[in-house]
């Protein structure tokens, strides 16, 4: 069984997800890590290089192989459900979890972030407007995907691991056999 962390970019995934599998016993994997590791470069140079459908078919790839590797926690990028094929081989792997923040509590976090490090804009626009953009084009998409949905805003990552690890404890169980 694996558990695949959805949600917006900023939403916790990368937080949340060793957290969990510290409860779980389990080993964990962020998704756009891994693609950057395969492919010696960064997410945002894919995107800027090779636009994003390259970075969509080089995390479809990266997925499908994370998927197949027992009790692991993968926190996603924030458009794995973009495509179908990566909805369901989520779903099939074990729980999805949707990390559901508010179109305010990810603009403040993306505001930081990109004044700190910086991530690729998605469509050029000031990121209120991106966030709003995007997440109406994915919303629909992560309830899709989901088998469970947790709201992030004003938690901290351990608290919202620790609601997770409650709600999908007995699935955990049963998957292992016990």
Not at 42 to 53: K, N, V, Y
Not at 81 to 87: A, G, S, T
Not at 107 to 134: N, Q, Y
Request: proline share 4%; charged share 25%; hydrophobic share 40%.
């Amino acid at each position: 069984m694996v558990i695949s962390l959805i949600g917006y970019r900023a939403s916790g995934k990368s937080s949340v997800a060793p957290r969990l599998a510290g409860r779980l016993g389990w080993t964990w994997v962020d998704c756009d890590r891994a693609i950057e590791q395969r492919t010696g470069t960064t997410i945002r140079q894919i995107f800027e290089q090779s636009g994003e459908s390259e970075v969509r078919r080089i995390e479809s790839e990266v997925l499908a192989e994370l998927l197949r590797s027992p009790e692991q926690v993968i926190a996603t990028g924030g458009g794995a459900v973009l495509l179908p094929e990566n909805r369901d081989l989520m779903r099939t792997a074990g729980p999805v979890v949707w990390l559901h923040a508010s179109a305010e509590t990810l603009t403040k976090r993306l505001s930081r972030e990109r004044a700190a490090a910086g991530r690729p804009s998605l469509t050029g626009r000031p990121i209120h407007l991106e966030v709003a953009d995007v997440l109406a084009i994915r919303e629909p998409l992560y309830r899709q995907a989901a088998t469970l949905t947790v709201h992030s805003d004003g938690e901290s990552a351990d608290q919202v691991a620790r609601r997770i690890f409650r709600h999908l404890s007995n699935e955990v169980r049963k998957g292992r056999g016990d």
